[in-house]
């Protein structure tokens, strides 16, 4: 087991503690006891693990069928829906080293998707790019946006009463038209070599990140006391704060490095989920805030001004420096 906190964030949703799918017998925690374990976790380490949350287990597994059988498509049938493909919506399939994260190329291949929503001009909107070969993956993929947008507005409900604002500050205001971004991963067996990552050491770049693992470990967490496991729990998924949320609390609350190595001999899934603020949002610190330990990178999060989606193509653009020299010049 890992040493981050499981918190039943049911109460947040209106539901009674129970496990994923099932309605439970009526909650004895409530919603300040489930804020109070989120704002200690936040300001411990970053990263938590949720339970409780109602995902439909039959609709995590419709997806890990599907993300499985996209994966073991030949090369060429992949590419069919590469990323160049998407535009400036900046969707699709990248091969493995296809990403940089800190300039290094990870040892991964995956699928960018986002909210649905028609062809534009603007960056990281527009439509979804899915294969013929999987036609159940659409399907998948979209009610499984659609569930966990709910489950994100409840757990940033959580954050907010942690840090006695309204339960619907965020949902009221930053993420009234949240950003919403998804990723499958897909990761071979990694050589026990030290210098090779699933993907390097970085932070996230928005307010909040879910994520669904398989059943084969790998993630690592830079904890205050240092680097941790966080190995797959049965019907939880992590959560972690990104560098927005960093920001509005004055560091605070911190978005906390972690890197991704599988050691497992098996192929790892993972499906990561990005909650972040609109697109036009900006995030200044509350007003009461004052920071707290200096960030493993040296970086001022308060030195950027200006709305969230300046912030995020200028992080994604070093992902995929290529890509963004095409499309986004």
Known sequence: MSELPVIDIAPLLGRGTAGPGDEGDESTASKADVAAEIGAACQDSGFFYISGHGVPPELIARLDTAARAFFELPLELKNEISMDKGGRAWRGFFPVGGELTSGRPDLKEGVYFGAERPPSDLPLHGPNLFPVQVPGLRAAVLEYLDTMTAVAQAVMGGIALSLDLAEDYFHSGYTADPTILFRIFHYPPAKPDPGEWGVGEHTDYGLLTLLLQDSNGGLQVHTPRGWTDAPPVPGTFVCNIGDMLDKLTGGL?????????????????????????GWDSEVPPLPYTEGGR????????????????????????KVFPQLGADVLD
């Open 253 to 277: 609350y911190r978005s906390t490095p972690h890197r991704v190595r599988n050691l497992s001999g098996n192929e790892r899934l993972s499906f990561p989920f990005f909650f972040d603020p």
């Open 294 to 317: 200096a960030r493993w990178d040296g970086q001022d999060l308060r030195a950027f001004t200006g709305p969230y989606g300046e912030y995020l193509l200028s992080k994604v653009a």
